[in-house]
């Protein structure tokens, strides 16, 4: 089956059609889900919750985009909703904790990698310094070098993707690449 | 060049996308400086970890997964469905109620004007207004 075929099928309902796009695609948004929160069974959750999005808006797709770039648009935007989630629900822990003196901690797991048990476990902090030189990106450099960088897509794709110009994607991945440099440079001087 | 400047353009220099003179004068400068070739092997290193991040294989126990989690959802969106409507249905109960207290209050017939005059009725001093003497003098 061809994408167009593909989407008019599971428009319809059918579920082998459907088995057939998860199959295709599971790889692309599970990578694509990892790149953003660097950790597997997130990424997971949020690749199921993607595949849910699509199935349920089959009938949104006009097929005015390739059939990738409308999924990779839905999973940048889950990811980034699950991360914005996951950043209230650590700030309103943290002013939980201070008014009511609780030490427990739900979930920490973007706060801080060096803390993370799989991290430490892999005694790996460089890894850590570098998600988290990429976590502090602004949103729409780190979408685009996420996307060029885990996904290997070209700007043309990128700027698909984000319904920009090709030159605002360069210029995105130019900022992008100067502001990681920055980073990674001051975890380098620290631990020399 | 200056030892900042290159040490800028390192993440460029790595990905071969600078012009000729620039890469050039990169090259030279990395030769005798250690801490931008030692810098530079870290960012290659730091990119070849996105690289080995990346899933190769799927994995075939993902879709069984992925349905179950669908029907869960169904679930719930039929729970969720029969609790939005409790709310809705108690919503407008309370709307409705409220309604009635409000019309019963702005159109109710009983003026309140009215009830002075009622309350005034009742408080008639009849000895007042026909002393007793001119009673009897009527009576007679």
Redesign the interface.
């Known amino acids: 089956m061809d994408e167009e075929q593909l989407i008019q099928a599971i428009q319809t309902g059918d579920e082998r059609a459907f088995?057939e796009l998860?199959?295709k695609y599971?790889?692309l948004v599970?990578?694509t889900c990892?790149?953003f929160v660097?950790n597997m069974h997130d990424a997971?959750d949020i690749s199921?919750d993607v595949?849910?999005e699509v199935?349920n808006s089959a009938h949104k797709f006009r097929g005015e985009s390739k059939l990738s770039t409308w999924i990779y648009r839905i999973t940048v935007n889950k990811s980034l909703n699950f991360i914005r989630d996951h950043k209230k629900q650590s700030l309103f822990q943290s002013i939980g904790n201070t008014l009511f003196g609780t030490s427990q901690s739900l979930d920490v797991r973007l706060n801080s990698y060096a803390d993370r048990p799989d991290f430490q476990a892999e005694n790996n902090e460089?890894?850590a310094n570098?998600y988290q030189a990429i976590d502090a990106l602004p949103e729409r450099q780190r979408i685009a070098f996420n996307l060029n960088?885990?996904e290997d897509l070209s700007y043309r794709e990128i700027a698909d993707v984000m319904q920009l110009s090709v030159s605002s994607v360069e210029s995105l991945m130019h900022r992008a690449?100067?502001n990681?440099?920055k980073s990674?440079?001051a975890c380098?001087k620290n631990e020399n | 060049m200056k030892h900042q400047q290159i040490r800028d353009k390192l993440i460029f220099f790595r990905e071969q996308s600078l012009p000729e003179n620039e890469t050039r004068i990169i090259q030279e400068h990395l030769v005798h400086c250690k801490e931008c070739s030692l810098f530079l092997d870290r960012l290659n290193e730091d990119f070849a970890t996105i690289q080995s991040e990346k899933l190769v294989s799927a994995d075939p126990f993902y879709y069984t997964r992925l349905k179950a989690k669908m029907e869960q959802h169904e679930q719930l969106g039929v729970t969720s469905r029969s609790w939005a409507q409790v709310v809705v249905f108690s919503v407008l109960l309370i709307f409705a109620i409220s309604g009635g207290i409000m019309l019963g209050k702005n159109f109710s017939t009983l003026d309140y004007q009215n009830e002075t005059v009622t309350s005034e009725l009742l408080l008639f001093d009849g000895v007042k207004q026909e002393p007793i003497e001119q009673f009897l003098l009527t009576e007679e």
Do not use: G, M, P
Request: aromatic letters at 18%.
């Open positions: 088995k998860v199959e599971q790889l599970v990578n990892k790149s660097h997971e199921q595949f849910i199935f460089r890894k570098l960088k885990f690449k100067l990681l440099q990674l440079y380098y």
